[in-house]
């Protein structure tokens, strides 16, 4: 089964950066596209940024600019890289991988245990 490993989250002050990092290991036949998501505390789930094999980054209207999501295909990696952080970014960030296992098999979402972002001065 694929597991994905997050880390690179913890406290900055505001204005600063922070560059996550999911792995995902086991065996996987391809990779659809990668995603980073995160829930505030109080709110839904959100999609952050988004990267499907053959096209190009997406993001919500509220990181754009600021955040930059690129992969490491050899590796299955992808990352997250945040500046300008505002108290607002204070979430939980979870790593989104959508890919198959088997070449006979369907698309399916594997999740990271997530890793804490804290803004604050």
């Known amino acids: 089964q694929v597991q994905l490993v997050e880390s690179g989250g913890g406290l900055v002050q505001p204005g600063g950066s922070l560059r996550l990092s999911c792995a995902a290991s086991?065996?996987?036949?391809?990779?659809?596209?990668m995603r980073w998501y995160r829930r505030a505390p109080g709110k839904q789930r959100e999609l952050v940024a988004a990267?499907?094999?053959?096209?190009?980054?997406d993001y919500a209207d509220s990181v754009k600019g600021r955040f930059t999501i690129s992969r490491d295909n050899a590796k299955n990696t992808v990352y997250l890289q945040m500046n300008s952080l505002k108290p607002e970014d204070t979430a939980v960030y979870y790593c989104?991988?959508?890919?198959?296992?088997?070449?006979?098999?369907?698309?399916?979402?594997?999740w990271g245990q997530g890793t804490q972002v804290t803004v604050s001065s």
């Open positions: 989104n991988v959508e890919g198959r296992v088997r070449l006979w098999s369907g698309a399916q979402d594997y």
């Open positions: 086991g065996t996987i036949f391809s990779i659809n596209a």
């Open positions: 990267i499907a094999t053959g096209g190009t980054p």
